[in-house]
């Protein structure tokens, strides 16, 4: 183990303070894991993070080793909208895949991530480094990063229980009559296509979405904001059309007009909220629409209401 005499300068300062000013751990959150861990000492005691320093403190921790990712580190820029010392917020764009797989072993978000972030949490997946839940490629939007693993458990705990709330915008093809609805039905692989997914009553898994509209337009579209209750892959792509209103620019799902708009699905993962892991208050992060999204809605004539 390595060790710091504290001098004049460290006294009265905070333990994780003091080690994180002092670049032991890429975090304050680092530090009080580490410490919980018994990989850092004070005085050759188990150390607290409020400890308060005096002049001739020693403390004894263990060098920090930076993860070794499956994924190469490339130097992509990232839309942050919001960072801190456990998590970030990224809002990805249209045409970026999440994380590399078969067809795109670079150019994803993890690539990015991995080489802008010094911490990301590490859960089992050397390719999805800290990356909490994904969006399709096509699809843009808010998605969650956890550099903690702390932080990585407690948000995909919410997840689990449904507390993590994932709201979308998606222009379809069709007018939507109800000005609400759920879509309960379960989503399995499509026994026709090995890259489709569908309605599956019989071995699917459940999957509900609540949408509710916003305009209809007189060209024959909707638009229509989604807010998922499970997270299955493609899931607002498959509801929306297995009730007869695909995805405008969906190239998989329907006959989502591809005339309008032919660059992928009109989908965009606008808002995220959920408990801070930290904090343990509900936090809300938006998105607005990206400007090709937004440049078709401004193309179409909106019925009155």
Same mark, same amino acid.
């Given at each position: 183990?390595?060790?710091?005499?504290?001098?004049?300068?460290?006294?009265?300062?905070?333990?994780?303070?003091?080690?994180?000013?002092?670049?032991?751990?890429?975090?304050?959150?680092?530090?009080?894991?580490?410490?919980?861990?018994?990989?850092?000492?004070?005085?050759?005691?188990?150390?607290?993070?409020?400890?308060?320093?005096?002049?001739?403190?020693?403390?004894?921790?263990?060098?920090?080793?930076?993860?070794?990712?499956?994924?190469?580190?490339?130097?992509?820029? +990232?839309?942050?909208?919001?960072?801190?010392?456990?998590?970030?917020?990224?809002?990805?764009?249209?045409?970026?895949?999440?994380?590399?797989?078969?067809?795109?072993?670079?150019?994803?978000?993890?690539?990015? +991530?991995?080489?802008?972030?010094?911490?990301?949490?590490?859960?089992?997946?050397? +390719?999805?480094?800290?990356?909490?839940?994904?969006?399709?490629?096509?699809?843009?939007?808010?998605?969650?990063?956890?550099?903690?693993?702390?932080?990585?458990?407690?948000?995909?705990?919410?997840?689990?229980?449904?507390?993590?709330?994932?709201?979308?915008?998606?222009?379809?093809?069709?007018?939507?009559?109800?000005?609400?609805?759920?879509?309960?039905?379960?989503?399995?692989?499509?026994?026709?296509?090995?890259?489709?997914?569908?309605?599956? +009553?019989?071995?699917?898994?459940?999957?509900?979405t609540f949408f509710h509209v916003i305009t209809r337009y007189h060209e024959g579209y909707t638009l229509i904001s989604c807010r998922l209750l499970t997270g299955r892959t493609h899931q607002i792509r498959v509801h929306l059309d297995a009730i007869g209103y695909p995805v405008v620019g969906d190239p998989l799902y329907g006959i989502g007009n591809r005339s309008l708009y032919s660059e992928g699905q009109l989908l965009h993962a606008y808002?995220?909220?959920?408990?801070?892991?930290?904090?343990?208050?509900?936090?809300?992060?938006?998105?607005?629409?990206?400007?090709?999204?937004?440049?078709?809605?401004?193309?179409?004539?909106?019925?009155?209401?």
């Amino acid at each position: 183990m390595e060790k710091i005499v504290v001098d004049e300068t460290g006294k009265g300062e905070r333990l994780d303070t003091f080690l994180t000013a002092k670049g032991v751990a890429p975090s304050r959150s680092k530090v009080q894991s580490w410490m919980k861990e018994g990989k850092i000492l004070w005085n050759g005691k188990t150390a607290k993070p409020h400890l308060i320093l005096a002049v001739g403190d020693v403390i004894s921790y263990e060098p920090y080793e930076a993860k070794t990712w499956d994924v190469k580190g490339e130097d992509i820029p +990232l839309n942050v909208v919001y960072e801190d010392e456990c998590l970030l917020i990224v809002n990805k764009p249209a045409g970026m895949v999440v994380h590399p797989g078969n067809g795109h072993p670079e150019g994803t978000l993890a690539n990015a +991530l991995v080489y802008h972030e010094k911490e990301l949490a590490d859960e089992g997946d050397p +390719l999805r480094p800290g990356i909490i839940h994904r969006i399709d490629k096509d699809t843009s939007g808010l998605l969650c990063v956890a550099k903690t693993d702390e932080a990585a458990a407690f948000l995909k705990a919410q997840l689990l229980d449904h507390t993590m709330h994932r709201e979308y915008y998606a222009l379809v093809k069709g007018i939507i009559e109800e000005n609400d609805g759920k879509i309960d039905a379960p989503i399995g692989r499509d026994p026709k296509s090995p890259v489709k997914f569908a309605v599956n +009553l019989h071995s699917g898994k459940e999957a509900i979405t609540f949408f509710h509209v916003i305009t209809r337009y007189h060209e024959g579209y909707t638009l229509i904001s989604c807010r998922l209750l499970t997270g299955r892959t493609h899931q607002i792509r498959v509801h929306l059309d297995a009730i007869g209103y695909p995805v405008v620019g969906d190239p998989l799902y329907g006959i989502g007009n591809r005339s309008l708009y032919s660059e992928g699905q009109l989908l965009h993962a606008y808002r995220l909220s959920f408990i801070h892991p930290l904090t343990k208050k509900p936090v809300h992060f938006e998105a607005p629409i990206p400007p090709a999204f937004q440049s078709v809605l401004e193309s179409l004539h909106p019925l009155a209401s």
